[in-house]
């Protein structure tokens, strides 16, 4: 599903922990460091997409997180151009995204990156809500420090 503009509309959640922490996951097999995200099937609302693809890549239910907020509006990044695949889609330039704020309620043994069929990570950590983005693909970071920047709101409500 993409709409007029070429974007594949897209959820990112950010997981803070008690330590005002965030986890990170490390892509398989590279060195790219990511919160998990997934684009939003026909017909499902952005809560139903956030809590789906929250279980497909770290193993975490509705019982193991709170929303704690979300951005306003949707933020896009573009994909470059030798990363798009070839496959009728040409119009797509990227994703817009809804980015979540979830307060982890649940234990670290809870995470688990194998709980689909091809796991998106292999790793993950817990670090500083502003630690560096430099882990992450270059294409990603301004959309990162956006989404960080409008959900630090949030932090002093915890």
């Known amino acids: 599903m993409i709409d007029q503009e070429g974007y594949r509309p897209n959820v990112a ?11 990170w996951a490390k892509r398989v097999a590279e060195d790219a460091w990511q919160f998990p995200q997934g684009g939003i099937d026909e017909g ?3 809560e139903e997409a956030m809590y789906r693809e929250l279980m497909e890549e770290v193993g975490l239910s509705r019982d ?4 704690i907020g979300k951005t306003k509006n949707w933020l896009r990044y573009d994909v470059p151009k030798q990363w798009i ?3 009728g889609y040409s119009r797509y330039k990227g994703q817009k995204q809804i980015w979540f704020l979830l307060k982890f309620t649940g234990k670290d043994s809870d995470i688990i990156l194998n709980n ?13 809500f502003w630690s560096s ?3 992450v693909i270059d294409f990603k970071r301004e959309v990162y420090e956006k989404a960080l920047s409008e959900l630090s709101i949030y932090l002093r409500k915890n």
């Not at 689909?116 to 500083?128: N, Y």
């Open 116 to 128: 689909s069929e091809k796991p998106e990570f292999d790793s993950w950590r817990w670090d500083d």
């Open 133 to 135: 983005l430099d882990k």
């Open 64 to 67: 193991h997180v709170e929303v």
């Open 85 to 87: 695949r070839r496959d």
């Open 44 to 46: 499902e609302s952005l």
């Open 13 to 23: 959640i950010v997981i803070l922990n008690d330590n005002n922490k965030v986890l």
